[in-house]
């Protein structure tokens, strides 16, 4: 049997654009954008700095072919944002296997640390130190490492939500977009009781689940196909965990408050800057009292509750 083929689009974006770009990226193909920085070499063995004023590669991932059509479609989108200007040269497609693309990952994920929580990438040894929590994954083609700002700012607050509850569990949990699952199973390693993950994208379902069963977290831990909708049947949860994009939580706000319990908690990521406000509206229309906002960049995660008279299912 063949490999499964996959189409890469490179681009790159002047710094100041990088987060629209990605954010724009990560809605038009539905999976994770990787962002490349710019380094600048200091010599042998002493290392590289970061170039922050230099233009940086963005890479998005479609599955299968991608039509000329459509291929027209992304810079037209780009124009329609304001945001062709931001892109240097042209747009550059490849195809690309399941393999190529597993094994240019590797190069270049190693282990993160968010707290006390330990991403381990599954083909790296660490020893974990104590207090510590690891997590280990093999991510595949999907969206989720501990690299990109918005995982750590929901990594943080799963933290910080376990440390609150004092030892009890964090209840039922629902990771909405899991990707790679790496949310699920930290909320499983912090003292969730049973999640429900979800995403659109076959292979990441596929990805959560093997991940699951690699971290020995499989029993608590459900993996679906679909939306929030397919969720429904198990609301309501305790804590919503919802990294995907300001869009789609703008969207999906009143589906969001239904499947909370009075007083359960939503942690929105995926949000640029520009787009904090409209979330933040969206959420407040639809029951959910703003708490707090984490930052780290241009990127923004919201932390709601639900009120008593928030929408339920």
Known sequence: MTDALWTELSLLVRPEAVEAVAELLQELTGNGVSIEPAIQALGPDEGYVLDESATQTLHAYVYGPVAATRRRAVRAQLRRAGLVGAVEGSL?????RDEDW???WKAHYDIERVGRIVVRPAWREYAARPGEVVVSLDPGMAFGTGQHATTRMCLAELQAASSKQQGADLGSVLDLGCG???LAIA???LGARSVVAVDTEEQAVV???SNAALNGAEARIEVRQGSIDAAEDAAPF???LANINAATI???APQLTGALRPGGVIVAGGVIAEREAACAEALAAAGLRVER??????WRTLVARKTEQGLSF
């Open 293 to 298: 906002t984490l930052a780290e960049g241009d």
């Open 238 to 240: 305790d804590l919503v």
């Open 102 to 104: 597993a094994e240019a």
């Open 180 to 182: 790679s699952g790496i």
């Open 187 to 189: 909320a499983v390693a």
């Open 250 to 252: 703008i969207a999906l």
């Open 92 to 96: 550059r497609w490849r195809t690309l």
């Open 207 to 209: 990805a959560a689940r």
